[in-house]
């Protein structure tokens, strides 16, 4: 590769693994640095310091030291200090900056407690957006791209259009702005403008303001040179009204500059044959004796009977209105006509916690829960469930159904986002020609889940067939390869546009 093919790239995201993560956006974010790393890019990893996380799981992670680099922002009149700890990710040229502020960033969870988001989350991310292009200032990084995720990024692109642009530190960098989920916007009232540092006349349709709101994510959207969302799908329905979460105008007309590109999966975390949390090994040229010892081993663990021609659902998900699981508590009862049994794992809203947990204790036999965050289990369950349950309202890719495609472990998804991109429903024709690798519905309706469910049971007891299909989602190739090589045509398109950008603002 060329010198100025070597794209210097800032990731800036809200979570990344190993230091922290909630959702896919922590795997998705270091699995593409991890990715582009190995394309011969020049991959800085950013994200805040949750220290407290950080501290908590201090023997799996990579040694962090402070650099010693101290910046203050001005945050509505009030100056606050942050610092910058880092690490490099091991065997990787990737560098991971961490932003430190206690205050902010020094507490038990990311986002939300009980239920509640944190009231200063405003200031938080607008703290940590901005801090990002001081620290790259600061520590001559001389990005090329800054590639922001979802809201809590969502200011960057706007700063590095106006009070950063005319910096030498930024004079070739350009924005994208990928989209992991419509429906959290970072969304407050007109005064937090004052935390953006940004110039109040930016508070307008066009820019920052949406319903009357200080919109971060819609902020990202009108200034990046780029946008991608995380599957084809998902592009296309942002842009409707259904999709777009009151943002689909907006998208539409900037539609040539919207790209879907498919999450890939980070095969050296996610392989059936080498993972370190299965009490067995397994692969798609020989499946058993592996998933059957992980199977009784995840029932086991789980308090169910261990019953090897049950079929066992698994669901590992975040506990909220996107995942399904109101469909779910719906047609229970009917699902479990069948001799099935559901190991869940999630957390998050209290009412499905709760309404899951009553569950089990009635049907302590056929259904076991465990609430909670737990990495390891999460593994386990992909790989001794035999189906996966996934029956999304939206998905703008979703990684789960991947990782129990690898699994073999049959995904139950809803057609829509990358659930559509990634699963091929098992009909006769897909299964003549060996595409069919799980089970796919089309309404966000209760009887259509039960039916499939019951497709999926009565495919179950023809071994064959069953295994034939867990072969063909076994050898798919989900890895990020792909899918970086797609984010760098996207790299050099942003780059592209910001070159017209500045031809035009020197006219
Ligand atoms: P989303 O980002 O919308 O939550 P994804 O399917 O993209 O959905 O990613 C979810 C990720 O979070 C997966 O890696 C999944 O295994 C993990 N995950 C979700 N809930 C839990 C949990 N309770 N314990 C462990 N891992 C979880
Ligand atoms: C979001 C989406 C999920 C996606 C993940 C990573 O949290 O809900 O579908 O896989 O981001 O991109």
Redesign the pocket.
Known sequence: MLTSDRLRIVLAASEAVPFSKT???A??SMALARALDALGHSVTVIVPDYRQLRLAKQDQLPVVTDSGLRFSISMHGRYVTGGVNWTFLPETGIKVLLISQSDYFDRPQLYMEDGQGYQDNCARFCFFSRAVLEVCQQMVLRPDIIHCNDWQTGLIPALLHSQFAGRPAFENAASVM?L??MAFQGRYWQPDMLLTGMDARYFNMHHMESWGDLNLLKTGISFADQITT?SPTYAQEVCTPEGGEGLDTLLSYRSDDLVGIL?GIDTSIWNPASDAHLPAVYSAKEIQPGKGVCKSALQERMGLPQRDRAPLFGMVSRMSD?KGFDLVAECASRLLLDDIQIAFLGTGDPRYEDYLQHLAIENPSRVAVSIGFDEGLAHQIEAGADCFLMPSRF?????NQMYSLRYGTLPIVRRI??LADSVVDVQSESLRTGVATGFVFDDYTSPQLAETVERAVELYRQPNVWEQVMKNGMSADWSWQNSARRYVETYRRALERRHDRGADNRQ
């Open positions: 959702g896919g956006l795997d998705v990928t992991h989920n995380v999450n996107q998905e703008p890719c979703g990684l986002g990358g």
